[in-house]
């Protein structure tokens, strides 16, 4: 069975400095991986996904992913953040022909000025 | 507006009452999903339902019982509502021919149990 490690469970940041979440996954076969936003008292928003094909992928608000295979990683980034970044962000990972997504226990992001 | 839509928000009740949470979809998808968000924030699957039929069944008590009236709509009944129930419950919906798309979720109902 699938599994997601998110190794920081808080990464405080200033404004404008750059920002990597990390996040591994265990399976014996291929996943699609997520990255979402639960911004405070709302539900999960969809970041940015990576199914197939390259390995570096965007997606909304400025954030971007790195598929990493060897490493079974997928690390989120962004080159400058803003206050208003401040959330909690989940990985998920889902087995290719399942649809379940399984979470990881999430990165609180606190961006101070 | 197209969307999952969860009532109620909120619901604070005593321990040992029978509850509701509804949930809606108009996004067209076919499986839709409960999930449990505690107090660290870990979200857990619950159960999944594709075309009103029961596909996952994660280790809930059977106080729980999701019912899914027509594919737009999953309600989780709870009964005997205990303090370890308090939580955050997510419903979410996604479509079984494009689920590379990913979930979309609702807002998420907030259930206090005193």
């Known amino acids: 069975a699938q599994s997601v490690t998110q190794l920081d469970s808080q990464v405080p940041v200033f404004e404008e400095a750059p920002v990597e979440l990390r996040c591994n996954y265990s399976?014996?076969?291929?996943?699609?991986l997520f990255w979402y936003v639960q911004y405070p008292n709302q539900g999960l928003q969809l970041l940015l996904k990576?199914?197939?094909?390259?390995?570096l992928v965007k997606g909304i608000n400025g954030f971007e992913a790195e598929f990493n295979k060897s490493q079974t990683s997928f690390h989120l980034r962004k080159p400058s953040v803003h206050i208003s970044d401040t959330a909690e962000y989940f990985c998920?990972?889902?087995?290719?022909?399942?649809?379940?997504?399984?979470f990881g226990t999430g990165t609180r992001l606190l961006v101070s000025p | 507006d197209t969307a999952v839509s969860q009532t109620p928000k909120y619901l604070v009740t005593q321990m040992g009452n029978d509850k509701s949470i509804k949930c809606e979809q108009n996004l067209g998808h076919d499986t839709m999903y409960w999930y449990k968000q505690d107090s660290k924030k870990f979200l857990k699957i619950m159960f999944s339902?594709?075309?009103?039929?029961?596909?996952i069944n994660e280790t809930v008590p059977n106080r729980f019982s999701p019912k899914s009236p027509d594919k737009a709509h999953l309600n989780l009944h709870i009964n005997s509502l205990e303090l370890g129930d308090s939580a955050v419950y997510f419903c979410?919906?996604?479509?079984?021919?494009?689920?590379?798309?990913?979930?979309?979720f609702g807002s998420g109902t907030r259930l206090t149990v005193v």
């Open positions: 990576y199914l197939s094909g390259s390995t």
């Open positions: 979410a919906s996604s479509q079984e021919a494009a689920f590379s798309v990913g979930y979309t």
């Open positions: 339902y594709n075309n009103k039929e029961l596909i």
């Open positions: 399976s014996s076969v291929s996943v699609y």
């Open positions: 998920a990972v889902s087995e290719q022909g399942f649809q379940k997504l399984v």
